[in-house]
């Protein structure tokens, strides 16, 4: 579905914050709208308490119509943009501002 003119006016005005905050200094989390493909987001039971024996874990993400896309400006290193579904918008959206924050919750 192509986004309406009203959603493309209020993603230009979005990235015309981001210049203005990058222009501060300032990180940005950016919420995008996702140019389709699959969520990127792992549900695998990986934690303290359930370690995994493979390190280099990757796991091929949930099968669902990604919704939106995270990006991280500036730029961190490796891959800068998180396609998520709906249903991980939210956990997606915390874990990434944590990782902005610096570990900081």
Not at 23 to 28: D, E, H, K, L, R
Not at 65 to 84: C, H, I
Request: with cysteine.
């Amino acid at each position: 579905m192509s986004p309406t003119l009203v959603e493309l006016a209020a993603r230009d005005q979005a990235a015309a914050h981001v210049r203005d905050f990058l222009a501060q200094g300032i990180p940005v989390l950016f919420v995008d709208l996702a140019p389709g493909g699959q969520c990127s987001w792992c549900d695998c039971p990986i934690t303290p308490a359930v370690p995994n024996p493979d390190m280099d874990h990757a796991c091929g993400g949930c099968p669902t119509t990604a919704m939106a896309e995270l990006k991280v400006y500036p730029p961190l290193p490796g891959d800068k943009t998180v396609p998520v579904c709906d249903a991980h918008y939210e956990d997606a959206l915390a874990f990434v501002a944590q990782l902005l924050a610096g570990g900081r919750a």
